[in-house]
T-cell receptor
């Protein structure tokens, strides 16, 4: 029962362009969402979060959008840089509960 | 500020053996969660410890057990290892305030291979 889904296993983008990573969830009780970046041989590194009271959160080149009615969130990276190449996981939790992770999207930014 | 540290980084065990993985939580955090990440998958929640007690568990059998110590560090124990237990085991610490987990921070993981 995959409550958080990332349907694109991989994405390639030219340097300087926008990267858009998508995530869908099924549990309407989820109220807090995270995006993590993971390099090989390292643990996931926190990138950006959003709570369900907002529909957008921005931090530098990274913006997360939340569409609660569609149970969909997306991560926008603008402009994309080669160092952004990694696997990106979205995660969601209900209050006081554990995080459920998607299966990840491998982003490659081409110089 | 120290981060989350896990040991060992890599481990090879034989099927049927037992293994203990360790995690030191980030300073100021009081909750530890363990996740299993199989190849090509996202992390799957195993369990969470708060105040030295398990207070949440995912869909893992009882041979997966844990401990949290007064200094908030933690151990994950797996008995009767199976080949499918081969995975990256991640520990995450956070500050549980009674309503939300803040500052969810992952360690680099322990890569367990069962042969």
């Amino acid at each position: 029962d995959q409550q958080v889904k990332q349907n694109s296993p991989s994405l390639s983008v030219q340097e300087g362009r926008i990267s858009i990573l998508n995530c869908d969830y099924t549990n309407s009780m989820f109220d807090y969402f995270l995006w993590y970046k993971k390099y090989p041989a390292e643990g996931p590194t926190f990138l950006i979060s959003i709570s369900s009271i907002k529909d957008k959160n921005e931090d530098g080149r990274f913006t997360v959008f939340l569409n609660k009615s569609a149970k969909h969130l997306s991560l926008h990276i603008v402009p994309s840089q080669p160092g952004d190449s990694a696997v990106y996981f979205c995660a969601a939790s209900a209050p006081g509960n554990q995080f459920y992770f998607g299966t990840g999207t491998s982003l490659t930014v081409i110089p | 500020e120290t981060g989350v540290t896990q040991s060992p980084t890599h481990l090879i065990k034989t099927r049927g053996q037992q293994v203990t993985l360790r995690c030191s939580s980030q300073s100021g955090h009081n909750t530890v969660s363990w996740y299993q990440q199989a190849l090509g998958q996202g992390p799957q929640f195993i369990f969470q410890y708060y105040r030295e007690e398990e207070n949440g568990r995912g869909n893992f059998p009882p041979r997966f057990s844990g401990l949290q110590f007064p200094n908030y560090s933690s151990e994950l124990n797996v008995n009767a290892l199976e080949l499918d237990d081969s995975a990256l085991y991640l520990c995450a610490s956070s500050l549980w305030t009674g309503r939300m987990n803040y500052g969810y921070t992952f360690g680099s993981g322990t890569r367990l291979t069962v042969v």
